[in-house]
């Protein structure tokens, strides 16, 4: 307390003098000499005054410049150290007399120790201010009590707090150390003195007088420090230390250590533990994870998607030792076995990073979150055309938000071919490399969070088009991660309705908890997204960082040419995966190896001419134009969309001519150079960390290497412009005669017959009936799994949902708690076998399932006559509850929801069921099952051409006019939602020139 109050008065004092040097000495020096240079003035023009009072007044105007130019110096000193200290940065060296910055450095120092006492200093990435907390219930359990224990430093004698050590940057203070790992930055100086006596790499001593760091310098840090994201040399790291734990678990919403403790136990057990058995797991738990605690360090409190290390599981107390872990005590340990035909899939890498809904602010919370890349191993190539698929750094795939926008943008792209697709065709699929490629990211890709993304995009908009009096923000950033969508401004405004300040100075906004996704989709389906230039460049420890290019306008980036060119293939994959960049253009000048087969991408041939060119057309927009392209995508009137150009750094003069068209105000032109820039923002980037300054934000920069933008080009290509093929012929079924065929109803009855539980999969929120309790996400969507593919190998099961698994312990248990959930048969027998003798993890019939329904119906009706045909057709269509998995977790369900080899053969095969009732129906002239047929092709694939066709001719039958207009006014709809260019299908525009309006319907039906 005494060192506190003694800090505070040094500070106060600190204040004082810096108030008398800007304020005072001014007013004192004016008071003396008046204003500067006018008593020279005076002595060389007024004709009465004598020699000596000439000489005189030479002599003390002389001396008052002198002065002013001194308190100059001294005020340009102290104001840039205010500016750092505000920024938590270190300031450049002032051209000044020498001692004047070291000075004023140490003034500012001072002084901010009084700050701090009423106020954290605002930085940039800032803890959050109101995170979301996963309440714990009141427990009985055991507290953890601090031992006391100590270290004694053998040289100095001193007694240290054990804590963890931290490697300063270039621009670390102590007191940005103490404020970015302790939270507080008035406790700098115990950073210092638990240094103090320390050699330092560079040979430097500390002493208790010491105010400077050094870069490379290892701080040893009070226990209760929280270093950033980044591990320090010689820290353990999960991924490093995955073989010497057991396992990580990331907290949900609910969770708590008691009950965290109680779920592991109960994994590896097998059985619900007492509470005398879950206290000291508990206490260890607790113990093993204390410096992972976000402030205040309460255990009672921690956040969901935080990360936390489970300890070494005791042997259960109740299980002979011979046992090597528990099981289900009615079932053998499952020993998986390689499958006869089936070889499992490649286990894919995945990010603990998830986005809930918007929380909190822009921030930097400890974590240990580690970012897994996907492996991609090299494929044989079976030709020329082949990819072949090396091993990548972080690159955009691995990167959840860049990955969960490269799906998302499939699933669209792939979802207007559908809609265009006709009955008994098929898109042909990616090759088997990109397929591979696909599969590796999909564990990666958070959909939602790119969705929540794209909203946060267009909700600016939407808001700032009806709140025209509301200054335009200036979006340097945002991210998304366990906080939601936060946004990062270029200088303070107040947040628009819908937005909540992220800290004191609005230089931060994030969107409001109560807002749903659904909710500001719909309200922005039609708005332009505000920063169709964000790209994602990165992660940070709290979730993926993109940058607005185009407010940044030019940007420099410092590093070696390797790491500057993967850099610029991740931004421009980036534009060609995310939905709100899809109009934007990239341009290359000079050598970027890899991003040429991008359809965003351009490489000038004559990069000098088109330089000039775009120079000179820039300029003149910016005299043309009276608003700035962010003004006119709110108030839509002529929009403009960003030219992103990024320069290798042999093309320095290209830049340098680029970066002053890009700096105009009213041009869409950002440029991205590997050179120094006069007046540019900078990255400082290196494989493993990328610094934007000035503003200090810090990331771990997305690499993505030449093979991987290959790969996201073709995919990309494929989904949009996929090859037609016929459709495998299905199985020739030979009619058979009346008197030996089963009846349709026996059939219906046979195939629909109710099971004790029923897997629902073709509606948009899957769902498992039957079960004693609602299963967990995950745990339903492994028994959706299991209902799809019936039988399933262990070893797939443990890829597919549990990739990063240290054990297979983890997986087996979960198998076995979801076996004994799906119970036993009538018979005694378990209705999830054991995967022993065959590999495999296999389903009884007593597992029943809407898609296999549908699929042996639609088979049935094969070869049987037309009636028989459209009540088999129209029974398996009644199964349809919606489009397949619209509103499924996109994390547990990816399987499913971006697997097009999943959801795409349902759909293709349900829809063109539809098609094949409605034909039958036309021909019968029963135009209400016409309808019905139509209605269920919609709601697989929204849009549909098809579909619509067969609207079209039914309505006509009926003499609707109207009803041929809507039916062609949404495939029209549903062309222009896939490109602004796009048109309908020949077929379909051929049907409304013989159908519509003036060219007379059909004669209704009787």
């Known amino acids: 307390m005494i060192r506190r109050l003694t800090d505070l008065a040094k500070g106060l004092l600190a204040i004082a003098a810096i108030a008398a040097l800007l304020i005072g000495v001014p007013l004192l020096v004016y008071r003396l000499g008046g204003i500067p240079g006018s008593s020279v003035v005076e002595a060389f023009t007024d004709p009465l005054t004598s020699d000596t009072t000439r000489s005189e007044r030479l002599l003390a105007g002389t001396l008052g410049i002198i002065a002013w130019l001194c308190w100059l110096q001294v005020a340009y000193a102290l104001v840039a150290e205010i500016v750092a200290a505000a920024r938590g940065t270190v300031a450049n060296r002032a051209p000044i007399l020498p001692g004047i910055q070291a000075a004023a450095s140490r003034l500012v120092t001072t002084a901010t120790l009084v700050a701090g006492s009423f106020g954290q200093t605002a930085t940039v990435m800032a803890v959050p201010l109101a995170p979301v907390v996963t309440m714990e219930p009141a427990v009985a359990a055991p507290l953890v009590v601090d031992t006391g224990i100590r270290t004694v430093d053998s040289a100095t004698g001193r007694i240290e707090t054990p804590g963890p050590t931290y490697t300063t940057g270039e621009r670390d203070t102590f007191w940005s150390v103490a404020e970015t790992l302790l939270g507080d930055g008035l406790r700098w100086s115990e950073v210092r003195d638990a240094n103090v006596g320390r050699l330092m790499p560079d040979g430097t001593t500390i002493h208790s007088t010491t105010e400077e760091l050094g870069a490379g310098w290892d701080l040893v840090l009070p226990h209760d420090a929280v270093l950033p994201l980044q591990p320090q040399a010689g820290d353990p790291t999960p991924a490093a230390n995955a073989e010497a734990v057991e396992d990580w678990i990331d907290v949900e919403h609910g969770d708590h250590f008691w009950s965290i403790a109680e779920e592991a136990l109960t994994d590896v057990w097998g059985r619900a533990p007492t509470d005398t058995e879950i206290a000291p797991y508990w206490a260890e738990l607790v113990q093993t994870n204390d410096g992972r605690l976000l402030p205040p360090e309460d255990p009672n409190l921690i956040y969901p998607d935080q990360r936390f290390l489970l300890p070494p599981m005791p042997e259960d107390p109740t299980v002979p030792e011979a046992e090597e872990y528990p099981t289900d005590s009615a079932t053998p340990t499952e020993v998986p076995r390689a499958p006869a035909e089936e070889a499992p899939e490649p286990a894919p890498s995945t990010t603990t990073s998830a986005t809930t809904a918007p929380s909190t602010t822009i921030a930097e919370p400890p974590s240990t979150t580690v970012v897994q890349t996907p492996d991609l191993t090299q494929a044989a190539a079976a030709d020329e055309t082949s990819i072949p698929l090396a091993s990548v750094a972080l690159g955009l795939g691995a990167v959840s938000v860049g990955a969960g926008s490269l799906a998302v943008t499939l699933r669209r792209r792939r979802g207007h071919q559908a809609a265009k697709r006709q009955p008994g065709t098929t898109l042909e699929p990616p090759a088997d490399d990109l397929i591979e490629y696909e599969q590796r990211i999909r564990p990666v890709a958070d959909t939602e969070a790119s969705r929540w993304v794209a909203a946060t995009n267009k909700l600016i908009t939407a808001r700032l088009a009806t709140q025209t009096s509301h200054r335009l923000p200036a979006v340097v950033a945002m991210r998304a991660g366990r906080f939601g969508v936060e946004v990062l401004l270029d200088e303070p405004c107040a947040p628009l309705e819908g937005f909540v300040p992220g800290n004191a100075q609005n230089s931060a906004w994030r969107l409001h908890p109560d807002l749903e996704l659904r909710m500001i989709e719909a309200e922005t389906e039609d708005a332009q997204p505000y920063c169709p230039a964000l790209v994602t460049v990165g992660t940070t420890e709290a979730g993926d960082l993109l940058l607005d290019l185009e407010q940044i306008g030019v940007l420099s980036v410092e590093g070696d040419e390797d790491t500057a060119h993967s850099w610029f293939r991740s931004i421009a994959t980036s534009i060609a995966a995310a939905e709100w960049s899809q109009l934007c253009e990239v341009v290359a000048v ?327 009732l409605g034909e039958l129906a036309l021909e019968a002239s029963d135009l209400r099952v016409a309808d019905a047929a139509a209605r269920a092709g919609f709601k697989l694939v929204p849009g549909s051409e098809t579909m619509c066709r067969l609207r079209m001719r039914s309505a006509s039958r009926r003499g609707d006019g109207s009803g041929v207009e809507e039916a062609y006014a949404a495939a029209t709809q549903a062309a222009l939602r896939s490109g602004l260019w796009t048109d309908v299908e020949a077929e379909t525009a051929a049907m409304w020139e013989e159908l519509g309006p003036g060219r007379g319907p059909e004669a209704a039906s009787p």
Request: charged residues 25%; glycine residues 6%.
């Open 590 to 916: 000079g050598g970027i190896e890899g991003i040429d087969r991008l359809a965003s991408v351009t490489a000038s041939e004559d990069a000098e001419a088109w330089v000039a060119r775009t120079v000179t057309s820039m300029r003149k927009l910016h005299d043309r134009l009276e608003a700035t392209p962010y003004e006119q995508r709110v108030k839509p009137g002529e929009i403009f969309h960003p030219t992103v150009v990024l320069v290798a750094a042999e093309e320095a003069d290209a830049a340098n001519a680029l970066a002053e068209a890009a700096a105009l105000v009213n041009t869409p032109l950002s440029v991205v150079a590997a050179c120094p820039l006069p007046v540019a923002d900078r990255v400082h980037l290196d494989p493993r960390r990328g610094t934007l300054e000035p503003i200090g934000v810090e990331f771990e920069p997305a690499l993505t290497e030449p093979v991987e933008a290959t790969a996201v080009a073709e995919l990309l290509d494929n989904a949009e412009h996929a090859e037609v093929m016929d459709a495998p012929e299905p199985e020739v079924v030979a009619p058979e005669p009346a008197e030996g065929r089963e009846p349709v109803a026996d059939v219906i009855e046979r195939v629909m017959a109710p099971k004790p539980i029923e897997v629902r999969l073709l509606r948009p929120k899957p769902s498992v009936d039957g079960l004693e309790s609602d299963p967990p996400a995950k745990q339903l969507s492994v028994i959706c799994y299991l209902a799809y593919h019936r039988s399933v190998t262990s070893q797939r099961l443990r890829d597919t949902f549990w990739p990063n698994a240290t054990s297979r312990k983890t997986a087996d248990n979960a198998i076995s708690q979801i076996r004994t959930m799906l119970g036993v048969s009538e018979d005694g027998d378990q209705r999830l076998t054991q995967a022993i003798n065959t590999g495999e993890n296999q389903l009884s019939d007593d597992v029943g399932c809407d898609w296999r329904r549908a699929e042996a119906l639609i088979n049935a009706a094969r070869g049987r006559p037309a009636a028989e045909q459209m009540e088999l057709l129209a029974t398996a269509l009644e199964l349809v509850g919606g489009q397949i998995g619209a509103d499924a977790p996109a994390r547990q369900f990816a399987w499913l929801v971006d697997d097009h080899q999943v959801y795409g053969h349902m759909e293709r095969v349900l829809v063109d069921a539809a098609s094949a």
